[in-house]
């Protein structure tokens, strides 16, 4: 009699490191934080306009305060984000952001009132806090240590192109169709593209873990690790 082994699944495509080797995944990332530019340039040239047009805004102050929620809002989630990759994994957190994302057009598009664009920036700032953050960190996932500044350099470069080009465009719209709601619908698209393609964005984990693997652990470090430690460390004794 001959035996049969139990059927194995096959196994998955093996993991490495490398700009060429995981170039596709990458390139999908970079235009996933075009995606992600394109969402914050939406409004740049129209929101000012809407608060002092629209609503009849007078104060410079609160013309801009949708700068401030924005800003607030996206450098508290940046300082989350850190800490939140080590609960859960980036693609997740990347999705998540997408997700809070998707009510900003519509809600620049169709606002009652000045209060409706006030959050609709806390929102916005909470997807480019995830999102962009995810991104950058999932391209230095996938290239290694060695190509780390290329992947960072990459990921800004087409993130803030976008930025500007979106509020070149959105600028025409407006010019043709009025402030509201057609440049704002544009970010329909970037929102529509961004959470498809983070769905077909594979998870890094298996990369950080191999990256892991290559170096030896470090020795233990006297140096606190606290949050105010860490700020002090890296803002003004290694510079």
Known sequence: MTTTSPTQRPAGPAVRLGLRENRLQFTLLVVVNIAVGGLVGLERTTVP????DTFGL???????SFIIAFGLTKALTNLAAGALTARF???QLLLTGWLL????????????????IIAAN???GLNQGLAWSMTVNMKIDLVGPARRGLATGLNEAAGYTAVGATALLTGYLATGYGLRPV????GVVFVTAGLALSLTVRDTAA????????HPKPPPS??????????IRTSWRNR
């Open 49 to 52: 306009l809407i608060g002092t």
């Open 58 to 64: 007078t104060s410079d102050l609160a013309v801009f």
């Open 89 to 91: 994994r980036r693609r």
């Open 101 to 116: 994302g998707v009510p900003v057009p519509l809600m620049l598009a169709w606002a009652p009132s000045w209060n409706w």
């Open 122 to 124: 806390v929102l916005l």
């Open 183 to 186: 440049p704002e619908l544009l």
């Open 207 to 214: 990369h950080v873990a191999l990256e892991l693997a290559q």
């Open 222 to 231: 006297s140096e606190k690790t606290g949050l105010a430690a860490t700020f």
